[in-house]
């Protein structure tokens, strides 16, 4: 059975990828920072899957954990920052700077890290945002992390050849991501954009799942940022 490393599997779209695969026949290892959200999704996860506690922003504990694990099929990244959100005349460049760390860093590291274990026909899928294309207001920050990440994902899939490599690009989609707005904050936003989206609706994290799924199955693609997005980028 194939085993996928999911770091960031423990909550949103990394956790909905990890219950997908499962029940499409491979076995899933799950990596966050904290062990009882590891506990918890596992038990949500409910067979062929592990865990592991490690923060992707640590190379040392990335390198022990990739170390750690039996085999190592596919690689799916879906650590989030979370911050760098503002707009310009206000942005804090110290939390500019944390978003970068947290994301930009951690996401290439964790796939650094993989190179000695993983399989040469496997690939690695990385999560960037539809906020590197969209333009949208408080956004200039979040775009550029994500945007630097796009950038390298063609070379990235060369260099690595024959291990494939791509990106999903969501838009705005359901998750813990958006804990930092309060309830009626996050209900409100949420309507906003569903007027506005073409699909009419925001994303949710299975939306996501799905395309990172094709990703791993499909033994013909590599190098492409694919936005799933319900056409967020299209207005
Ligand atoms: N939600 C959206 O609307 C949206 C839109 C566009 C792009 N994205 C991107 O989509 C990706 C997935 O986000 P999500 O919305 O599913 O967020 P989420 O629910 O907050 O999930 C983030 C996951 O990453 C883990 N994580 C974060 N930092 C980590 C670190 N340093 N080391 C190890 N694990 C870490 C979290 O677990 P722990 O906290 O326990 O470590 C959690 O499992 C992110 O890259 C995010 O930027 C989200």
């Given amino acids: 059975m194939k085993n996928i490393v999911i770091a960031g599997g423990t909550s949103g779209m990394g956790l909905a990828t990890a219950k997908l695969l499962v029940q499409k026949g491979y076995r899933v290892t799950i990596l966050g920072r904290n062990l009882a959200k590891i506990n918890k999704a596992l038990i949500e996860i409910g067979e062929n899957a592990s865990g592991k506690s490690v923060d992707a922003t640590n190379t040392d504990s990335l390198k022990q954990a990739m170390g750690e694990i039996e ?56 999560i960037t945002s539809i906020s590197s294309q969209s333009k949208a207001i408080g956004t200039a920050g979040l775009g550029a992390i994500n945007g630097a990440i796009e950038i390298m994902i ?69 190098g492409q940022i694919i936005a799933v997005d319900g056409g967020l980028s299209l207005i």
Wanted: aromatic fraction near 12%; proline fraction near 6%.
């Fill in 154 to 222: 063609p070379t990235i899939a060369k260099e690595l050849k024959p291990i494939r490599v791509n990106a999903v690009a969501p838009g705005v989609v359901n998750t813990t991501w958006w804990d930092f707005l309060s309830y009626e904050k996050k209900e409100e936003r949420f309507m906003q954009y569903s007027d506005k989206i073409p699909l009419g609706r925001i994303g949710e994290p299975e939306d996501i799942a799905k395309m990172i799924f094709a990703f791993i199955e499909n033994d013909y693609i590599t």
């Fill in 71 to 126: 085999q190592i099929d596919h690689l799916v990244i879906a650590l989030s920052g979370g911050k760098g959100i503002g707009d310009f005349k206000d942005l804090d460049l110290n939390d500019l700077k944390k978003g970068f760390e947290g994301k930009f860093f951690a996401q290439l590291q964790t796939a650094q890290s993989v190179l000695p274990y993983i399989k040469p026909n496997g690939s690695i899928t990385f």
